[in-house]
């Protein structure tokens, strides 16, 4: 990994912290040594307006470092920053770049005349954004991403597939709703324009395989790093500010220990509105009927150890079925939602359904079992044989 001359912080060759100012620092970084670049630069928008955080009005003020300038000098700025990375990117390489209408047409303008070619304006829906104060315009509840890559030519590292399958299974768009950086992301302290880290997961994820070189040259908090390092990437991030560099620090601190980590990463791979999964045990005659029929069916109604409809269901694009833990398939739901079957009708297919008065009936694509990566132990659960809903992340490990 590349070694500055004032390395801030590292943690072995996988994560190296600098502190200066980027246009300095950018040039160190030998040219053609990056996969990925996510920049999250000053936006410019601490122009004394007001929003609401907690409930309470407050003046925008993120700090000097996001004070507005004149239209020249937000282009120059991000001509210098964005020319020099060009020059470190692989060439197959991309660069994600975060912003709002402040910021972000300059930097689209400067991406084309420096020789990038944009491949995509993503749309970062937040699930939960604060009210508008002033009621004088539509709510704020979006930021832009600009994917771009090196070459207008040359073809860039995109990790399709997992996209797909992150999204069940279905082409990923470029609109993600993802929420607000939330509590347990905060928990060594808060940088005033800390991303999600659920959103560092998806920009990785997609432009990145394993051991790969991520670089954040305004790594404030270091978000980018975070979740590059629970992902197996390596980083370098690059940051003026002391007092960030500190919780920088601390949050790689925080993640050394193995079961914060891991329970970090299983965070970071939860969205609420991810596709679920319905746990089902079956009798090992039951299960081979299933498997037989495409039909997966539970107790509904009253009937003791009846299926109890949690939120999550009407998410629910797969089924997972197995008998007392052991022999689990997971298949994919060939339509939406469920039908209320009487145990006549799965009697007429085979089934031996006779303790309920109804029964929930899903169909599953019996012809594709659907391969997955963790190993959940579902015997050392408690009531194996209660009907669970989880979403899909506890089951296809993303890397
Ligand atoms: C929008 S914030 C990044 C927040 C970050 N994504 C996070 O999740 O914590 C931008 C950061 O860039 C830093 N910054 C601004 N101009 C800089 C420069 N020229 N060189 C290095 N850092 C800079 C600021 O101090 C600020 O912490």
Redesign the pocket.
């Known amino acids: 990994m590349t070694k500055f001359k004032t390395p801030y912080y590292t943690v072995d060759d996988a994560f190296a912290l600098y502190h200066?100012?980027?246009?300095d620092?950018l040039t160190q970084i030998p040219d053609n040594s990056i996969n990925t670049i996510?920049a999250?630069?000053?936006?410019f928008l601490s122009n004394g307006g007001i929003s609401c955080q907690n409930g309470q009005v407050v003046c925008v003020d993120?700090?000097d470092?996001?004070k507005g300038g004149t239209p020249e000098y937000i282009r120059e700025f991000n001509m210098q920053?964005l020319s020099l990375c060009r020059s470190k990117l692989k060439d197959n390489g991309t660069i994600w770049i975060?912003g709002t209408y402040h910021n972000i047409f300059s930097v689209a303008n400067c991406l084309t005349e420096l020789g990038y070619k944009i491949l995509n304006v993503i749309t970062w829906q937040k699930s939960d954004p604060p009210p508008n104060l002033s009621c004088r315009y539509f709510n704020f509840s979006t930021e832009y991403i600009i994917w771009a890559r090196k070459h207008a030519k040359k073809p860039h590292k995109f990790n399709y597939e997992m996209m797909k399958q992150l999204n069940g299974d279905k082409q990923m768009t470029d609109v993600w709703k993802i929420p607000a950086?939330g509590k347990w992301e905060k928990t060594c302290g808060k940088?005033?324009?800390?991303?999600p880290l659920r959103l560092?997961y998806r920009v990785i994820l997609a432009s990145t395989d394993e051991g790969d070189l991520v670089l954040?040259?305004?790594?404030?908090?270091?978000?980018?790093g975070i979740a590059a390092n629970l992902l197996g990437r390596k980083f370098i991030g690059?940051?003026?500010?002391k007092a960030?560099l500190e919780?920088?620090k601390k949050r790689r601190e925080e993640i050394e220990e193995e079961s914060v980590a891991k329970k970090m990463l299983k965070k970071m791979q939860e969205l609420p509105e991810e596709v679920t999964v319905l746990v089902n045990h079956a009798r090992k005659i039951a299960m081979e009927k299933m498997l037989e029929t495409g039909l997966c069916y539970l107790r509904a109604g009253e009937s003791k150890g009846s299926l109890l409809v949690e939120p999550g269901f009407e998410r629910l694009g797969y089924v997972l079925l197995h008998t007392n833990g052991e022999n689990a398939k997971l298949f994919k739901l060939k339509k939406k939602g469920f039908q209320i079957w009487t145990p006549e009708a799965l009697q007429e297919k085979g089934f031996e359904a006779e303790n309920a008065p109804y029964y929930a009936v899903l169909h599953f694509d019996n012809t594709k079992e659907v391969s997955f990566s963790r190993s959940i132990d579902l015997s050392q659960r408690k009531n194996t044989c209660a009907a669970k809903i989880l979403p899909l992340s506890d089951f296809i490990e993303l890397r």
């Open positions: 200066g100012d980027c246009m620092l996510f999250d630069p000053p936006y993120k700090g470092w996001d920053w975060s950086v940088h005033p324009t800390q991303k560092l954040d040259p305004f790594a404030g908090s270091s978000t980018t690059i940051e003026q500010e960030f919780l920088s």
